[in-house]
């Protein structure tokens, strides 16, 4: 019996997998019209903080783009970061709306946030700092994506295993920061600790405490990272486009300047981000431009950025695998936790039948199994290799108790 469920569960699996793999291949996901128009809710308040001149509170708020008529209740998310050297730029910009739009016309949901800007003395504290604020507001964004599922009935259908951090310039290196600036470890010693530890170490107080602000890819358009060593093998891939004399945010690693004006802070753009990935065998898929024009190709090259962005999604991401027909059905009998897990995944149980425990990869073969469990239990994850896996809880007679995606980092 039990090798009978396997191959029922890995072939009912399998049929998931190959709906989704058939969708994705009629288009969706790469397609810019596969959905002739989008929804967009505008205004959702998803946190606050303090502001960045005059003191006071400054709201966080979001606008939420879906594609219209589509019957999936699950969608993978972008979210797109504006420009503005942390001094101005709003969600509202015009090239955001036509990257959420056009994303969300292809299966998308995407989201237009804001994050804190405004003017302030460029140097390597306050530039520094400037970022920092940034990356607080987009990790708070995400984690209200992921609190709007648990806690109000996922209005806006989202997948919340695959979320991406993208966005153009400024917006970019928010990105960069928010997908692998994850340590208190990697602050810069040349900030003052206690004034780090007021703003919420790398989490920040933006919002929305409790859910993860981890994300699946990152999307920079012509950005920076602190240091590049915050990039660690095993982490998320990336896609990365940058003009190679850009003459803004620098595509090897040297001074950052705002507006014109030199910081003494020293960042690593594309080029340098590229080169770090190889050593360590993180997938940047960087695509060049031998120009100085500050992401003129958003302009002049816009289809070719979308489409190589959509391609790097589907193919190196994996959003086809990630978000497509593989639904949890939960019971009230097990709570798993936590998920995303990294070692050990904790099952609770509200009753003494034995059951059965197997864990799918995207393919539909066993990655884990163990038999006859009674209560709770705790599984050792810890050698298996990262990736979104389906877990799958049984009865004693074969009978499906509980699915659910797990995701394993």
Not at 342 to 357: C, F, G, H, K, R
């Amino acid at each position: 019996m039990k090798y009978l469920f396997t191959l029922i569960a890995a072939l009912g699996f399998c049929f998931n997998y190959a709906y989704a793999q058939t969708e994705c291949d009629n288009g969706r996901y790469i397609n810019r019209e596969y959905f002739d128009s989008v929804t967009v809710t505008s205004g959702i308040n998803f946190g606050s903080n303090s502001a960045v001149q005059g003191g006071g509170t400054e709201q966080l708020d979001m606008d939420i783009y879906q594609p219209y008529g589509d019957t999936l209740a699950e969608r993978p998310v972008i979210l797109f970061a504006f420009g503005g050297s942390f001094i101005g730029g709003s969600r509202t910009d015009s090239y955001i709306r036509d990257l959420c739009t056009d994303f969300a016309k292809m299966g998308y949901v995407t989201v237009a946030f804001d994050y804190r800007v405004g003017l302030f003395v460029p140097n390597e504290v306050n530039t520094t700092l400037a970022v920092v604020r940034a990356m607080h507001d987009m990790k708070a964004a995400v984690r209200y994506l992921r609190r709007s599922v648990v806690e109000l009935g996922n209005p806006y259908g989202i997948d919340t295993s695959f979320i991406v951090a993208g966005g153009v310039s400024a917006g970019a290196i928010t990105a960069l920061q928010t997908g692998y600036f994850d340590k208190e470890s990697e602050i810069p010693t040349y900030l003052d600790t206690t004034l780090v530890d007021s703003l919420g170490g790398v989490e920040g107080n933006s919002g929305n405490a409790g859910y993860s602000s981890r994300v699946h890819a990152v999307i920079g358009y012509s950005g920076a990272i602190g240091d590049t060593l915050w990039i660690e093998a095993g982490d998320i891939p990336m896609i990365t486009i940058h003009e190679i004399n850009d003459n803004v945010v620098p595509f090897d690693t040297r001074e950052v300047a705002v507006s014109g004006i030199p910081t003494g802070l020293i960042a690593s753009g594309s080029g340098s981000i590229k080169g770090w990935c190889d050593q360590i065998g993180v997938l940047d898929r960087l695509y060049t431009y031998n120009s100085s024009n500050h992401t003129g190709y958003i302009a002049s090259d816009y289809d070719t950025t979308v489409a190589r962005t959509a391609r790097f999604l589907k193919d190196d991401a994996g959003v086809c695998t990630a978000s497509v027909g593989i639904k949890d059905i939960k019971t009230a009998g097990f709570n798993v936790y936590p998920n995303p897990v990294e070692s050990e995944l904790t099952i609770q149980v509200n009753n003494n039948e034995p059951y059965t425990v197997q864990l799918f990869s995207t393919i539909g073969q066993v990655a884990y199994s163990q038999s006859a469990l009674v209560g709770n239990a705790q599984l050792d994850f810890g050698q298996l290799a990262p990736g979104i896996y389906v877990l799958k809880l049984a009865n004693q007679q074969g009978s499906t108790l509980q699915t659910q995606k797990v995701i394993v980092r």
